[in-house]
């Protein structure tokens, strides 16, 4: 039986949603029986929004100084910010997002040193963080430079469909001179190699959709699909790379053929997320991967309107913390497996002579 992993979860903004899904998410006991949950963030700010929670009578809270010392039958909060902290449900602030900026330091750093086996981050507001110093656009590219990897993939995830996207957090104008052969290429390595590492999907099928309208209708609406993204589908295919397009993104959701593929490489973001959020936005979750580390979020954000009055739906949290320990399962039976590979010997070919002298095949 897989050992029952320690899974980090930051607070995100402590003015939105974030604190009401986990505390749903956390609420049922059973989810105790599956992972030891630690919160980064406050005690205080987690015990204002359980009041929120009308049908909620009781949920067991730890407050501990390190995730060593997590109770395992209790959900566990390590206080990032000071007592003092505000909470203005519904309100983007200065201090809402430095506080969402602490706790996911403070994660990183317990993630970086094994003392978490996994990190689940509630959302954030992008433009409050970068505002208050945060360099980056996201949980993505701050746990890209944190790992020191060259690359990553953001990969949404779902029981029936898997998307990644080749450009992430960009503005829609630069998208096709961000493209490249190189690029597509880079992210469907990444892709298979976590499907495979992951997911357990061995050879998997992935689909690589156009950037244009009707895939470029020959070149009439661009030629981006013939000069660059068809070439990228074929070196994957000479390195063994089970990649097939592009297609047309309209047809290809529409008529349901993503349910012939183990996943989907789109080539900008909406083109990808739309319509996963639209077959599965109360259970999907994103997963960045390419990292050493196992990190996953729910795909909703923020959601202001509704913080505070108790009306979030809590599925995509809960999905997002079943698949972290999945991942993390799935990567330790890969390596253990890899690792048992490697101790056997392959049986030698030499010809050898026969008792009678003679070499025999």
Known sequence: MARKLTIGITQGDGNGIGYEVIIKALADERM?????????????????YKKQIHYLEQINTN????????????????????????????????????SAMTALEKAVVDLKSGEIDALVTAPINKRAMVNEGFGYTGHTEYLQQEFGVSDVLMIMVCDKLKVGVVTGHIPLKDVPGKLSEDLILTKLRLMKN?????????SPKIAVLGLNPHCGDGGL?????????????????????????????????????????????????????????????ELGVNYTAGLPIVRTSPDHGTAYEMAGRDMADPRSMMSSIYAAIDICNHRAEYDDLQANRMKVQPVSTEAKPNRNGNIVE
Do not use: W
Request: net charge negative; hydrophobic share 40%; glycine share 8%.
């Open 194 to 202: 976590s499907l495979e590492r992951d997911f357990g999907i061995y």
């Open 221 to 281: 609406l661009g030629d981006e699909e013939q000069s660059v993204i068809l070439p990228a589908v074929q070196a994957a295919n000479a390195e063994g790379i089970l990649a097939f397009g592009p297609y047309s993104p309209d047809g290809f959701f529409g008529l349901g053929n993503y349910s012939k593929f183990d996943a989907v490489l789109a080539m900008y973001h909406d083109q990808g997320l739309i319509p996963f959020k639209a077959l599965a936005f």
């Open 32 to 48: 105790l029986d599956i992972c030891t949950p630690v919160i980064y963030g406050s005690s205080k700010i987690f015990g204002f």
């Open 63 to 98: 407050v501990i100084s390190s995730a060593k010392e997590a109770h395992q039958k209790r959900v566990n909060i390590i206080n990032c910010l000071p007592d003092n902290v505000f909470v203005e449900p519904g309100q983007s602030t200065p201090e809402s997002a430095k």
